[in-house]
């Protein structure tokens, strides 16, 4: 069965604190999509980052940075020197699609709430 | 800009009435738009899988008839929660993906709170 946890439910850190969000996902497929969106008050839901599972290589934008680690099932996103700006909701999500047709609903994380204090 | 428009953004009703959202890819055509549905400080749950031209396929527990949809066209898919009690308020927000082989991820809409008195 396809599962995403997101074990932290709230964190809070002051501006310019670097600040981690775990995500760990359990799937049986070989070939899968990992995401992470991120839902400010407003409600609207901002894409972040999409991975497949062939691909382990870590990726920065910016301020942002993802770790793949297949090897422990785990999508960490990190977010270097945080801003106000950054205070949202992020959820892990993970789909599977095995001929990469991305097409296949999104199984969600229930989500950690990231508070940043000026 | 966004690429997927939801409307309206925000209703509030009385108990029993009838309830549409919609949900409109911009700019591209969507085979496949996704409903969820979110409960405060709740993740998104998957409702149904709503396919243009043909029937929507529901997730479990999720009543076809209380929660009609409709994708009559590449842009549009409709949500329409039927006899609509306190129970269904929600934040209910769709996504949209690129036609099959555009190897996009999902554009989700900005949602539609619902409140139900």
């Known amino acids: 069965a396809q599962k995403v946890t997101q074990a932290q439910t709230e964190i809070s850190v002051v501006e310019k604190e670097d600040v981690t969000l775990d995500c760990v996902y359990e799937?049986?497929?070989?070939?899968?999509?990992l995401f992470w969106y991120k839902q400010p008050p407003s409600g609207e839901l901002v894409f972040l980052i999409r991975?497949?599972?062939?691909?382990?290589q870590n990726e920065i934008s910016g301020r942002y940075s993802w770790n793949f680690q297949k090897s422990t099932s785990s999508f960490n996103f990190t977010i270097t020197a945080s801003q106000v700006v950054d205070s949202a909701v992020y959820f892990c999500?993970?789909?599977?699609?095995?001929?990469?047709?991305?097409?296949?609903?999104?199984?969600f994380g229930t989500g950690t709430r990231l508070q940043v204090f000026p | 800009g966004a690429v997927v428009s939801q409307h309206p953004s925000w209703v509030i009703c009385k108990s029993g009435t009838s309830v549409k959202i919609e949900c409109r890819s911009l700019?591209?055509?969507?085979?496949?738009m996704f409903w969820y549905r979110q409960f405060p400080k709740q993740s998104l749950m998957l409702m149904a899988t709503?396919?243009?031209?043909?029937?929507?396929?529901?997730e479990q527990g999720v009543e076809k008839d209380k929660f009609l949809i409709n994708h009559a066209s590449l842009t549009l898919s409709t949500l329409t929660v039927t006899s609509a009690h306190p129970e269904d308020s929600s934040f209910y927000i769709c996504?949209?993906?690129?036609?099959?082989?555009?190897?996009?991820?999902?554009?989700f809409g900005d949602g539609t709170r619902l409140s139900i008195l």
């Open positions: 996504s949209a993906v690129l036609t099959v082989y555009s190897n996009q991820p999902q554009h």
């Open positions: 799937t049986r497929d070989t070939t899968y999509y």
């Open positions: 991975r497949n599972s062939f691909d382990e």
């Open positions: 999500a993970l789909s599977e699609s095995a001929n990469a047709i991305n097409t296949d609903k999104l199984i």
């Open positions: 700019d591209f055509q969507a085979t496949t």
């Open positions: 709503s396919n243009e031209g043909s029937k929507a396929t529901y």
